[in-house]
């Protein structure tokens, strides 16, 4: 416990589960004091969410799907109701079409195309835009993204793309809410066994090969993404915008694997 975040109160979107990096985020950023809302996708999502966000203290829950903007309106009218005001947002969403996560790239269908890209990357620019009158005190926006989004990761395929997009995001978001004072950045984890990073293609040999040969021999905790998004919306990170902040193990920083794996 601290109170690096107290005072501070923000949404925390993506918890489907007591797995999902969302939660791991939550733990940390109540740990250090920060007021929590939570959204879920749907109902089923929502009994999940409920006893999850509970025990951090938090009753505000909105029900929110990324592509629906009544939704999105609903929720920003009860978070400018309840609270006035946001000092962070925390964007852990994505989705794909599974069967698109597996076999070639280039089998890649329009559909899921736009629709992988309008969750997963799209979303970020219009949450960032909705969260900004909020914001006016300044704030910090973070999300989620994926090493596979500059370096090929078998079968993760649409998803890189889409990930290279929300990094580009990231950049721009932070060029255009600077002056307001809003920090964006991503949190780049290395493969995390969640309902998400299951529907990829081979998701545990993936994360075998990371643990396996990533210098720190070990894939990301829930704690150590906790942690760094506790700093970055700390005033310890009032410096840091626009970043893509890996926590990987080290595993980027590879040209090829140990040679004990060879
Ligand atoms: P998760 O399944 O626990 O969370 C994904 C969340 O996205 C769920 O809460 C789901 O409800 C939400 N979501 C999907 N479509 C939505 C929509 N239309 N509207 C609202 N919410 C929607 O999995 P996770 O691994 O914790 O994923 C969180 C983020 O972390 C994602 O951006 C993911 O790409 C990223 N990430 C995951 C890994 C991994 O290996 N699991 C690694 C790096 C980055």
């Not at 791991?24 to 749907?42: C, H, K, T, V």
Request: glycine residues 12%; aromatic residues 8%; contains cysteine.
């Amino acid at each position: 416990m601290g109170d690096l975040l107290k005072g501070k109160r923000g949404l925390v979107m993506g918890v489907a589960n007591e797995r999902s990096i969302a939660w791991g985020i939550a733990r940390a950023l109540a740990d250090q004091g920060a007021e929590l809302a939570f959204s879920y996708q749907g109902e089923a999502f929502g009994k999940r969410v409920e006893p999850l966000a509970a025990s951090v203290g938090s009753d505000l829950l909105v029900d929110v799907d990324v592509t629906d903007d009544a939704s999105l309106d609903a929720a920003f009218a009860t978070l400018a109701d309840r609270w006035g005001s946001l000092d962070f947002l925390i964007h852990a969403v994505a989705f794909s079409n599974k069967d698109e996560l597996t076999g070639r790239f280039m089998n890649t269908s329009r559909a899921n195309f736009k629709h992988s890209l309008d969750i997963s990357c799209y979303s970020l620019i219009e949450l960032a835009r909705r969260a900004h009158p909020l914001m006016a005190d300044g704030g910090s926006i973070i999300t989620l993204t994926y090493g596979g989004s500059n370096r090929v990761t078998p079968f993760y395929n649409v998803m890189g793309v889409a990930k290279a997009a929300l990094e580009s995001s990231v950049r721009y978001l932070a060029n255009d809410l600077g002056p307001d004072g809003i920090r964006v950045n991503a949190i780049s984890p290395g493969p995390m066994k969640t309902l998400a990073g299951a529907a990829i293609g081979g998701a545990r040999k993936t994360f075998r090969h990371t643990e396996a040969n990533s210098p720190l021999r070990a894939n990301a905790t829930l704690e150590a993404i906790g942690g760094t998004a506790v700093w970055l919306l700390s005033d310890w990170g009032a410096c840091t915008t626009g970043e893509i902040v890996m926590v990987d193990g080290g595993y980027h920083v590879l040209g090829m694997p140990q040679s004990e794996n060879l």
